[in-house]
């Protein structure tokens, strides 16, 4: 009885099953009798092919969107920002219940997956913005309020730095990030604000009405200080720690 075959397994000297029979794998782990159903390696198979056509997918998409970024709007990255983005756009297409898999596209996913990406990690938008900025969506509409600012609020969020003024700027994107040809992203709108030391910006809303259809509308933040230097002039303290930029809304009409 001590090597008794049922079907692929065997009983063992302690009494134990060791084996496979039918859809279980019986093993002896320290004494105790350990099931596991065996997978089904073509159900495995097709599911990661199809994991990694759609990873594929959006792997090739990434780099033409995030050189958009940082070559039209002069964001500053890490060097991660191309695995961090690729995430994105794979949760775009993985995310979507309602195709099935192979036969998704990135404009049916929701745009709102880019909302608080940073562009680079070492400067990242919640350490350098004091204020929020309400965002509402109407019919073919957005209105963005920026509040009252006060430069020295800006100053105490960089307190070894001393500069002279910034420039907030506010960039909406238009994406079609299934477009084959260019351009598939381009900058809708914008908007910049220069603030001076020891100056404040009044209230301003800013509404962008007639937005194009079934595309990504992303609004960019972006951060910009610079000093004035006696020898050089007016100079920006650009640097991998001081260029705050981030994906603060998304949505698609």
Not at 112 to 134: A, C, R, T, V
Not at 168 to 195: G, H, K, M, W
């Amino acid at each position: 009885m001590n090597k008794l075959t049922l079907d692929m397994a065997r009983i063992d000297k302690d009494g134990l099953i060791r084996g496979k029979i039918g859809d279980f794998v019986y093993r002896n782990y320290r004494g105790k009798q350990i099931v596991q159903r065996v997978s089904d390696e073509k159900k495995t198979s097709e599911k990661v092919k199809k994991n990694n056509t759609e990873f594929g997918y959006a792997s090739s998409k990434e780099s033409v969107i995030r050189n958009f970024f940082i070559e039209q709007i002069g964001l500053v990255n890490d060097g991660n920002l191309h695995n961090r983005h690729r995430k994105v756009l794979y949760e775009l297409l993985i995310h979507n219940y309602t195709k099935d898999a192979n036969h998704r596209k990135l404009i049916d996913g929701n745009p709102k997956q880019f909302i608080g990406l940073n562009f680079n990690i070492n400067s990242k938008w919640e350490d350098h913005m004091p204020y929020y900025l309400p965002i509402n969506e109407d019919t073919n509409k957005l209105t963005i309020s920026i509040p009252e600012m006060y430069a020295k609020s800006f100053q105490q969020k960089v307190k070894d730095i001393t500069f002279d003024h910034l420039k907030l700027s506010l960039v909406l994107c238009s994406i079609d990030p299934d477009l084959e040809e260019n351009p598939n992203a381009i900058i809708y709108n914008q908007r910049e604000f220069t603030l001076l030391q020891n100056q404040k910006l009044d209230l301003t809303v800013w509404e962008i009405p007639n937005l194009p259809p079934n595309r990504f509308l992303l609004l960019i933040g972006k951060i910009e200080y610079f000093e004035m230097n006696p020898v050089f002039g007016l100079k920006s303290l650009k640097s991998k720690e001081l260029c705050p930029a981030c994906v603060l809304y998304g949505t698609k009409f």
